[in-house]
């Protein structure tokens, strides 16, 4: 694989116990913890994951994970023509899971896969058929913020995607959440200030009162009024917030915002919300190039001071953000970048070999630990 074909797979945010959501288009995907590294290449037992996910895509396209990494871009069926239910249980979906029973990846990218979860073919939940233990919402771009690194204007949903994503969508997601344990949110956009996201929530609680959410969110809004009024205090499993810098000229720099204070002292309430239990797990992410990455041992010590996990990951082009044409310049942990070795000498620090509070993308693992 060349590294140019490896960006492809985008950015990655970071879930906990081994979950990591987000890639390239705004999809999330599925990292292994690294403190347990697996080399799918020589790996045959079945993947977890099309027994397990279910994600839906901007245009309506379902998925079992990743279509990055998927050799063909096949979609298990479209949302706007089928029913979950019938996607679920359809034949493109039964044959992949067939090949993966046999050991069969030749459609699976397995170079690249950030998803693989592998399992003995007695893990498999005899269950399945009835639906999926988490579905993936990825459709929503809808966000108040336009990072550096991901788009450079603030996407509103238009009149037409709000009609499709309220009246096709929604009615079709509620029906299948009824065996639906998580809801992952959202890693295209804003959870909590995307008008139709903010309404899904309100509608899966109002039916499903015991369902829980993964909710990835840039945390402005991540306050007590907000979850309040969602009525979500009581089923968060986790939170992954990007923030991506210790300082607060550096964050209006990549976020484009002055809120640095405001995520901050949100972020410092979520982790007093993970400390007494009410929600499992809790993630801070950074997202390495040249603007930040200067400041991670010191974000690595804000999560130590926390309790949370600070996941660092590469940054990979993807959306509409012109950084992505300065890839070169920006990509410090790229050997030929002129900040590579001061990058390499930073991820020396003893801090990121606290493998409780310190998560790094398989890419830079042997930087670490070496």
Request: aromatic residues 12%.
């Amino acid at each position: 694989m060349n590294r140019r074909d490896f960006i492809k797979c985008g950015t990655i945010l970071a879930g906990v116990g081994g979950a990591c959501y987000l890639c390239g288009c705004g999809k999330k995907i599925f990292i292994k913890d690294t403190s347990e590294m697996i080399n799918p290449l020589n790996d045959i037992r079945p993947c977890k994951i099309p027994f397990t996910h279910i994600e839906i895509q901007g245009d309506g396209d379902a998925y079992s994970c990743c279509p990055d990494f998927l050799k063909e871009r096949k979609s298990l069926g479209n949302i706007t023509n089928k029913s979950l239910e019938e996607i679920w249980n359809g034949k493109n979906i039964e044959d992949l899971r067939q090949r993966l029973l046999n050991g069969d990846y030749s459609l699976c990218r397995r170079d690249i896969c950030g998803m693989y979860s592998p399992c003995s073919k007695e893990e498999i939940p005899t269950y399945y058929k009835s639906g999926a233990e988490e579905i993936l919402i990825s459709y929503d771009y809808e966000c108040n913020y336009n990072c550096i690194t991901c788009r450079d204007e603030i996407k509103i949903n238009n009149t037409e995607e709000m009609d499709l994503y309220e009246n096709v969508f929604l009615p079709k997601i509620l029906k299948f959440a009824e065996n639906v344990n998580y809801v992952n949110l959202l890693g295209s956009g804003e959870p909590f200030y995307s008008r139709h996201t903010r309404h899904l929530i309100q509608e899966l609680i109002n039916k499903y009162p015991d369902i829980r959410f993964k909710i990835m969110t840039n945390g402005v809004f991540m306050d007590e009024k907000n979850i309040n009024e969602l009525g979500i205090a009581y089923n968060i499993d986790g939170i992954s917030v990007s923030l991506d810098c210790v300082k607060s000229e550096t964050y209006e720099k990549i976020f484009r915002a002055d809120n640095f204070n405001t995520v901050l002292k949100n972020i410092k309430h979520m982790a007093k919300w993970k400390k007494e239990g009410k929600i499992g797990w809790m993630v801070i992410n950074f997202v390495i190039h040249s603007l930040n990455y200067k400041e991670m041992v010191d974000f690595a010590k804000l999560a130590q001071k926390l309790d949370v996990i600070a996941f660092f990951s590469v940054y990979r082009p993807w959306l509409s953000s012109k950084m992505c044409e300065r890839y070169d310049e920006v990509a410090v942990f790229e050997p030929e970048n002129e900040h590579y070795e001061e990058f390499v000498k930073i991820l020396q620090n003893p801090v990121f070999k606290d493998k409780k509070h310190c998560h790094i993308e398989n890419r830079l693992y042997n930087l670490v630990f070496s």
